[in-house]
DNA sequence: AAAAACGTTAAAAAATAATTTAACATAATT
DNA sequence: AATTATGTTAAATTATTTTTTAACGTTTTT
């Protein structure tokens, strides 16, 4: 009786977990992660004590060199830390559980890139156009199209420079006054 | 003399575009599309007219079916739109150059799609969690698995419905007033 | 009505990326 | 000091994705 009802908790619990287990190994592609290693983090998402490699191993079915790889890709996007733990020579790793600071750091990272990438050759490229309209006596297609790139460059410089002002924002938190985080379990004795 | 005036704005020109070019297309990869649909992209955003297939297939020396594929992932993308011409029996395309327009498309669809997915699977497994802290004289430890994986899951499904928040305010463009769209050039006579 | 133009789909080839096995280097244990 | 354990790198393999060539169905022109 007593372990009859021990199993069908077990059931329930594992059944619970995997299903968040396999959606978000599901949507983690977009966030730049092959399928096996957003596997490998949705699994350890529901790891309450930290993981070595042979435990992931051991969990996913793959090589260790996989998980050696894997999991340093996950570091590389903040949403694993190597953790320390007295008496285990081995490396052990937990999970980053916050989405927030995983959101933040993910696209902070992305968009920063871009955005510096950009804004050095629309730079660039604007000094060059500026030139070209200084020739006098210049082809007047030329000329016009000139100005249309120019004109392009300049919009596309204001939208790099929102995306920087958009990381500072994701950075510094202060998004979150604009867009508050709420608890929707809060009102879970008003019903 | 006018001749050599006019070579030289010529290849400023086309240092200056190509400098963007370069640029555009290395980091479109963060954006999901292969390199090859990134350049093709970056490519369009210069032309002031719109492009047949085969003008495409003359730019980047590549087949005619691969832009056809390449340009339709660019439509669902929502960065290139099919225009009409009379006279023109070929199909035409314009890349959309807003790239706030572009921005929202973007990550409002994948954000979104993350949400969706996310809460279905994290709701159902709430549940059932739920139903396991129901069972009584459960084992003490999975008591606190369940308890602890309940607890981390609501903290998800915070943040899911703060991305959904997050997509809302992107489509109806009330985070431009929280991050308005500032126009670097305007001060440009100031200096 | 036949031929040509156009875009797409299907199959094949080429190029990339992921994964594993094997080899290696370093540190810990015996 | 020798052996074992641990993690990483390198080479080889496998799988996936991208790209092309070939074939197809429509539409337009002749």
Redesign the interface.
């Given at each position: 009786m007593?372990d009859e009802?021990?199993q069908?908790?077990?059931a329930?619990?594992e059944?619970?977990?995997r299903?968040?287990i396999?959606?978000?190994a599901?949507?983690m592609d977009?966030y730049?992660v092959t399928p096996s290693i957003g596997r490998l983090y949705a699994t350890m998402?529901?790891k309450?004590d930290p993981l070595t490699l042979d435990d992931m191993k051991n969990d996913l079915g793959m090589s260790k060199p996989s998980m050696s790889t894997a999991v340093r890709k996950l570091q590389d996007i903040n949403i694993v830390k190597k953790v320390w733990r007295r008496g285990s020579r081995k490396d052990l790793f937990m999970a980053e559980?916050?989405?927030?600071q995983y959101?933040s750091h993910f696209f902070g990272d992305?968009w920063e890139?871009?955005a510096k990438?950009?804004l050095?050759?629309?730079n660039?490229?604007?000094e060059?156009?500026q030139?070209?309209l200084n020739?006098?006596?210049?082809?007047v297609d030329?000329k016009h199209?000139?100005e249309?790139?120019l004109q392009?460059?300049?919009?596309?410089?204001?939208?790099c420079?929102?995306?920087e002002?958009?990381v500072d924002?994701v950075e510094s938190g202060e998004?979150f006054e604009?867009?508050p985080?709420?608890?929707?379990?809060s009102n879970r004795d008003e019903s």
């Amino acid at each position: 009786m007593e372990d009859e009802k021990q199993q069908k908790a077990e059931a329930l619990l594992e059944d619970a977990e995997r299903l968040v287990i396999d959606s978000i190994a599901e949507t983690m592609d977009l966030y730049g992660v092959t399928p096996s290693i957003g596997r490998l983090y949705a699994t350890m998402y529901f790891k309450h004590d930290p993981l070595t490699l042979d435990d992931m191993k051991n969990d996913l079915g793959m090589s260790k060199p996989s998980m050696s790889t894997a999991v340093r890709k996950l570091q590389d996007i903040n949403i694993v830390k190597k953790v320390w733990r007295r008496g285990s020579r081995k490396d052990l790793f937990m999970a980053e559980k916050n989405f927030f600071q995983y959101f933040s750091h993910f696209f902070g990272d992305k968009w920063e890139r871009e955005a510096k990438l950009n804004l050095t050759s629309i730079n660039d490229a604007i000094e060059k156009l500026q030139e070209v309209l200084n020739i006098e006596e210049i082809d007047v297609d030329m000329k016009h199209r000139a100005e249309q790139d120019l004109q392009q460059l300049k919009e596309y410089r204001n939208y790099c420079h929102w995306l920087e002002r958009l990381v500072d924002s994701v950075e510094s938190g202060e998004i979150f006054e604009f867009l508050p985080i709420e608890d929707t379990d809060s009102n879970r004795d008003e019903s």
